[in-house]
């Protein structure tokens, strides 16, 4: 055969190829150029005009996906615990006190995820966030009773681990992805205090203490779906993101039986220990803007909230196991992400 006669099947055979090799390296697509070198100047104006478009829409994508095989994220963030403050009041020889309040506010923690190219257009993610510090404390002394005082050491914390695994299909032809996963939670929260009466007698029994200990804990897992909008401005980049989820939550507890107040009479409370299963819901939303510093390397800045419904906290305890109620968190955070 002669191919100065066969130009089509010269086009065809390099466009073939040329889209071969993007695949296995998308770094090589330059179908335009192929072409161009290869065609006659029979139907030349018109096939590679052709081919030229279809090869701007795969360039496209491959501008979308970059050409990482892989990528990691680091971040610092400070998320507040939107639970109720721990109120609570003492009854002591027929005396009472002004409840006790101990608030928690922001508390540091970390952020790793990881990510690998899966194919053309998604990836498998790896994520786990971890907060183990908020907590409040507080203590009140010589609180009196007609002749009797009392001395109160009151403390309270509570973390959340929060680990996840997805599937990320990234729109090759629009700046949003979608997301389908696997989520494992811990969140639990506890509260201690050491109660110490004196009713000032001086004789053997005029001490009496007691000690108070209630805790709750939350292990939730379950499925989730989501979705993420992103564009780039040149270095800067935004994006947002929203995941909703289902989950069971086996609920575990346990605390002290008080009937409206606790008497500090050195008599210990009786106590309690529950397990209970729940369905959980989830809202988990982020905003971020990150700075292209490098090829590989950006930096990045967000807003993080997450809501669970049916979470239990021994907050909400109340001389009992609490209903399980709302629990939610939102903050700052800041860190890098390197591609590869």
Not at 60 to 85: H, K, M, N, P, W
Request: glycine share 10%; with cysteine; aromatic share 12%.
């Amino acid at each position: 055969m002669n191919y100065r006669t066969a130009p089509s099947l010269r086009v065809i055979i390099a466009f073939v190829l040329t889209i071969a090799f993007s695949i296995s390296d998308p770094r090589r697509l330059s179908a335009t150029d192929v072409l161009s070198e290869t065609t006659d100047e029979v139907g030349k104006l018109d096939f590679t005009q052709f081919a030229a478009t279809a090869a701007a829409s795969h360039v496209c994508q491959v501008q979308r996906l970059g050409f990482e095989t892989c990528y990691a994220r680091a971040d610092l963030i400070f998320l507040s615990r939107e639970a109720e403050s721990y109120d609570l009041a003492f009854s002591i020889l027929g005396g009472t006190t002004e409840p006790v309040s101990l608030d928690h506010g922001f508390a540091p923690g970390v952020r790793a995820t990881i990510g690998i190219r899966t194919g053309t257009t998604g990836h498998f993610q790896i994520s786990y966030l971890g907060i183990n510090d908020w907590s409040a404390d507080n203590r009140t002394s010589n609180v009196p009773f007609g002749g009797s005082t009392l001395d109160s050491d009151d403390a309270y914390s509570a973390n959340l681990n929060d680990l996840e695994f997805n599937l990320v299909a990234m729109d090759p032809y629009a700046d949003w992805d979608w997301l389908f996963g696997f989520r494992l939670v811990d969140q639990r929260d506890e509260f201690g205090s050491l109660l110490t009466l004196d009713d000032g007698l001086g004789n053997p029994n005029s001490i009496q203490a007691e000690r108070i200990d209630a805790e709750a804990i939350n292990t939730l897992f379950g499925l989730q779906i989501g979705t993420r909008y992103g564009h780039r401005f040149g270095p800067l980049g935004f994006d947002g993101g929203v995941k909703v989820g289902v989950f069971n939550n086996f609920i575990s507890q346990s605390g002290i039986i008080v009937v409206n107040q606790i008497v500090v009479d050195g008599v210990p409370e009786p106590t309690f220990s529950t397990d209970d299963e729940q369905v959980s819901f989830m809202g988990d939303f982020q905003l971020r803007l990150t700075y292209q510093a490098t090829s590989n390397a950006s930096m990045q800045l967000g807003y993080q909230g997450l809501v669970f419904s049916n979470i239990a906290q021994s907050l909400l305890q109340e001389g009992g196991p609490s209903s399980p109620a709302e629990l939610g968190y939102h903050g700052l955070f800041c860190g890098l992400e390197w591609r590869h």
